[in-house]
């Protein structure tokens, strides 16, 4: 394979920003910088610092999971909101009869590891319980992430997250959108205030 | 220790070939665990040695090889 000369490179990269314009359209406008090259303080980032992560989950699974692992699966991957979110009956106080949804639990596990793709970790993943899956009052949900999860959202640059999640009897699904504001702090830090949406 | 991963691999794996008979570098992954089902086999593998896997020890590669797991294992005992 011959190498190509920065002319041609840089030929090739305006023609590929080209074909992204037209098919981004005003989603370009919002991220790119003043010379419409580059993202705001993403040097060398390009397309949109946008990132998708989607997961899909048997509900199958989760019930096995549920009942053959019982409490220690359900307090080792589910944060107490999610677990009362789930539980049949809500409002009642967890008890060793508890009964829970396995397809709104399955619908939480996939939202965990959909939000595990778009923080790309390198090495050590976000323990299951830091990426919180929050209904809201309009019946919507958010995630919250704390620890290694926020951690990693921040060294992204990721200001933003979207969450949808979806379950049928026999399967759920979700899928997380994080987009970047550009503004990468330091690395070296290892701690983020726990933030809604994130 | 083999055999007992082995063992957890057959019941919690959700392997597309034989746990019994993989070879213990091949990519548990790649042999059809999903992410959900590595959750099933972390917790049945601290059942079956009495550990518990630290957060740091959550990664992909700890779940990802028979012998990756058998590394893993030990180190949670002290070994």
Known sequence: MSALSPAVLDATADELSSSLRLALGDRITEVAGPEGREPAGRAGSFPPPLRVGIDLVPVADVAAAVERMGRRYLYRVFTPHERACARIGAGARPSARSRYSAQALAARFAAKEAAVKALRPHGVRPEWRSIEVRRMDGGWCELRLTGLAGDLAAEAGISELSLSITHEPMVAAACVVGVSSGDVPARGRTSLPERKGL | ?79
Request: net charge negative; charged share 25%; proline share 0%.
């Open chain 2, 1 to 79: 220790m083999d055999e007992t991963i082995r063992e957890v691999l057959t019941e919690h794996g959700r392997l597309a070939v034989d746990a019994g008979a993989i070879d213990e570098q091949a990519d548990l992954f790649a042999a059809g665990m999903t992410s959900h089902a590595s959750v099933n086999v972390m917790l049945a593998l601290e059942d079956a040695f009495d550990i518990e896997f630290s957060e740091r020890m959550l990664r992909k590669s700890t779940f990802e090889s028979i012998a990756a797991i058998r590394a893993g294992v030990t180190e949670m005992q002290g070994g």
